[in-house]
């Protein structure tokens, strides 16, 4: 079973602080995506990776940053954290298929961020 | 227009009735299809997963995918109060391709009454 783990489940943080949010599978999938999801929004791409060290922007980047240095391992930063980043953040991973997967996401269990 | 159209709902059946789920989309070069389902304050697990137009049966769910009318529906049949959760369909254009980027509908709350 491919399984995506984030590092926290619930975060408190305030207005400014430098946040992080880690993500790691354990399936070697080439893909991993960062989105945040709010009610009557849905979820909304905030940013994705197809390889180590590469990064592609999403619908909604601004305010965030990512991170590659590991194939299991993708971070979402918030450089300086505002309230209107309070959300709740769910990481993905996929094989693709032109790797002989299927596109399917598979997600972590979320991490719920305040930000007061 | 949106790329993926879903009902918000909220949507409450009583335990036992048949629930139709439904999405509708515009762009005609999608060709997978993925219903998620995800229970509160947990990330969206995989439910189903079709290729093209067609069937697809597990258990007491089914996902039918129209592309003439570009309308995807997911039937629950005796449904469960552990059935309730929310519903995102998913879809994407290219197999094989493409980077794993999927479009989300925004998802149907379902509540099943016991």
């Known amino acids: 079973d491919v399984k995506v783990t984030q590092s926290s489940r619930y975060l408190v943080k305030r207005t400014g602080e430098k946040v992080f949010l880690e993500c790691v599978q354990d399936m070697d999938h080439e893909n991993m995506f960062w989105y945040r999801q709010d009610p009557g929004l849905g979820l909304r791409l905030i940013y994705f990776?197809?390889?180590?060290?590469?990064?592609e922007k999403g619908d909604i980047p601004e305010g965030y940053s990512v991170s590659r240095e590991k194939k299991e391992r993708f971070s979402l930063i918030l450089e300086s954290a505002s309230t209107n980043q309070t959300s709740m953040y769910l990481c993905?991973?996929?094989?693709?298929?032109?790797?002989?997967?299927?596109?399917?996401?598979?997600f972590g269990p979320g991490t719920r961020l305040t930000v007061l | 227009q949106k790329e993926v159209e879903q009902d918000p709902g909220p949507l409450s059946v009583p335990e036992g009735a048949i629930v139709s789920l439904n999405c509708t989309y515009s762009n005609s070069a999608f060709q997978y299809f993925m219903w998620y389902r995800q229970y509160s304050r947990k990330g969206p697990e995989l439910l189903m997963y079709t290729y093209s137009s067609g069937n697809k049966e597990d258990g007491r769910f089914t996902a039918q995918v129209d592309k003439s009318s570009k309308y995807i529906s997911l039937f629950i049949r005796d449904s469960q109060p552990s059935d309730s959760a929310t519903y995102l369909c998913?879809?994407?254009?290219?197999?094989?391709?493409?980077?794993?980027?999927?479009?989300f509908g925004k998802g149907t709350k379902l509540s099943v009454k016991p």
């Open positions: 990776s197809y390889d180590v060290k590469m990064k």
């Open positions: 998913a879809m994407s254009e290219n197999y094989g391709g493409s980077q794993g980027n999927l479009i």
């Open positions: 993905a991973s996929t094989l693709p298929g032109d790797r002989g997967g299927t596109d399917t996401q598979y």
